[in-house]
């Protein structure tokens, strides 16, 4: 799954979200730090060269929380993949630089050594496995939302969901699992969702709060990140390759050997509860994995 741009803080003020208010808002938010992880140091390879000497640089997307945007003065990054980035460079014992990119952008920089990896809400799939190594830290969750004073209470099955006025973005994941939905109730003789696609996943959220849409069906990090607000809340969540588990990894070249130390690093934050209080701080704990994994089976090739 990609990161669903263009709601920057402003956008999360318009749809009634506001930033998280520990310590007055996220220009103010202290970063999670961690100690350096001895383990993790001694797995990184002799010979692997990093875009900046003793320096973690990593890329991602910035635009919108809770998985990264920029913090009141413009130039730090907050969110919950700066902050396991910071956690991971802290763990190897590096300095932390994080490098702004489009989506587009990502594949190309990485291959070439621009920097070190990307974490950027990116899905273990078979397919990128070929090009690329993979250290595992959040399940991929797609979640259900409606209003919070609504009348719908669960969806766990396409039978729930039919009839109903879905707000999803087009060519998404999620849009193919609703496709999907809607032939499984097509066949058993039920009516089919009617899909609201909506570029912002914003601009969908508002579509629900004001009755447009009976729910919306996207990203459960933003989602789940919104409904802080308590106008929205959530009905349902299905995995993010439904049916199949996906994963949301830091991203790194193939064949580099950075990964197993990315991991080692990873699971030393799960162990010391470091990693979920970060995960607490974004509202991401559904989203948390008990263990991190290299390189586990991905989404399939389609």
Not at 178 to 185: E, G, P, Q
Not at 252 to 258: A, D, E, F, P
């Given at each position: 799954?990609?990161?669903?741009?263009?709601?920057?803080?402003?956008?999360?003020?318009?749809s009634g979200c506001a930033p998280p208010k520990e310590n007055?808002?996220?220009?103010?938010?202290?970063?999670?730090?961690?100690?350096?992880?001895?383990?993790?140091?001694?797995?990184?390879?002799?010979?692997?060269?990093f875009a900046e000497p003793g320096t973690f640089t990593v890329?991602?997307?910035?635009?919108?929380?809770?998985?990264?945007?920029?913090?009141?003065?413009?130039?730090?990054?907050?969110?919950?993949?700066?902050?396991?980035?910071?956690?991971?460079?802290?763990?190897?014992?590096?300095?932390?630089?994080?490098?702004?990119?489009?989506?587009?952008?990502?594949?190309?920089?990485?291959?070439?050594?621009?920097?070190?990896?990307?974490?950027?809400?990116?899905?273990?799939?078979?397919?990128?496995?070929?090009?690329?190594?993979?250290?595992?830290?959040?399940?991929?969750?797609?979640?259900?939302?409606?209003?919070?004073?609504?009348p719908l209470k669960s969806v766990s099955k396409p039978a729930?969901?039919?009839?109903?006025?879905?707000?999803?973005?087009?060519?998404?994941?999620?849009?193919?699992?609703?496709?999907?939905?809607?032939?499984?109730?097509?066949?058993?003789?039920?009516?089919?969702?009617?899909?609201?696609?909506?570029?912002?996943?914003?601009?969908?959220?508002?579509?629900?709060?004001?009755?447009?849409?009976?729910?919306?069906?996207?990203?459960?990090?933003?989602?789940?990140?919104?409904?802080?607000?308590?106008?929205?809340?959530?009905?349902?969540?299905?995995?993010?390759?439904?049916?199949?588990?996906?994963?949301?990894?830091?991203?790194?070249?193939?064949?580099?050997?950075?990964?197993?130390?990315?991991?080692?690093?990873?699971?030393?934050?799960?162990?010391?509860?470091?990693?979920?209080?970060?995960?607490?701080?974004?509202?991401?704990?559904?989203?948390?994995?008990?263990?991190?994994?290299?390189?586990?089976?991905?989404?399939?090739?389609?």
């Amino acid at each position: 799954m990609r990161a669903l741009l263009g709601l920057s803080i402003i956008g999360l003020a318009l749809s009634g979200c506001a930033p998280p208010k520990e310590n007055g808002g996220p220009e103010t938010l202290a970063p999670i730090r961690s100690a350096k992880v001895p383990e993790a140091t001694a797995l990184i390879p002799k010979d692997f060269r990093f875009a900046e000497p003793g320096t973690f640089t990593v890329a991602m997307t910035v635009g919108q929380l809770p998985l990264a945007d920029y913090s009141q003065d413009g130039k730090s990054v907050v969110g919950v993949e700066p902050g396991f980035a910071q956690l991971v460079a802290d763990s190897l014992g590096l300095k932390l630089r994080i490098v702004p990119v489009a989506w587009a952008d990502w594949p190309l920089g990485l291959t070439s050594g621009k920097y070190d990896a990307v974490m950027s809400n990116v899905t273990v799939t078979e397919e990128r496995k070929d090009k690329f190594d993979f250290s595992t830290y959040r399940d991929d969750k797609l979640g259900i939302y409606t209003r919070a004073d609504g009348p719908l209470k669960s969806v766990s099955k396409p039978a729930d969901i039919a009839g109903l006025k879905v707000a999803v973005g087009a060519s998404t994941n999620q849009s193919q699992i609703l496709d999907r939905w809607n032939a499984t109730n097509v066949a058993a003789g039920r009516k089919p969702a009617e899909p609201q696609y909506y570029d912002d996943d914003g601009i969908g959220r508002l579509a629900v709060l004001s009755g447009r849409a009976d729910v919306s069906f996207g990203p459960n990090a933003t989602a789940g990140y919104q409904a802080r607000d308590g106008r929205t809340r959530k009905i349902g969540e299905v995995a993010g390759g439904w049916p199949d588990t996906a994963y949301i990894a830091v991203t790194t070249r193939k064949g580099s050997g950075l990964a197993v130390a990315i991991t080692t690093a990873l699971n030393a934050q799960i162990a010391n509860g470091t990693y979920r209080k970060l995960l607490e701080r974004w509202n991401l704990v559904s989203e948390g994995i008990a263990k991190s994994q290299t390189n586990p089976p991905g989404l399939p090739r389609k």
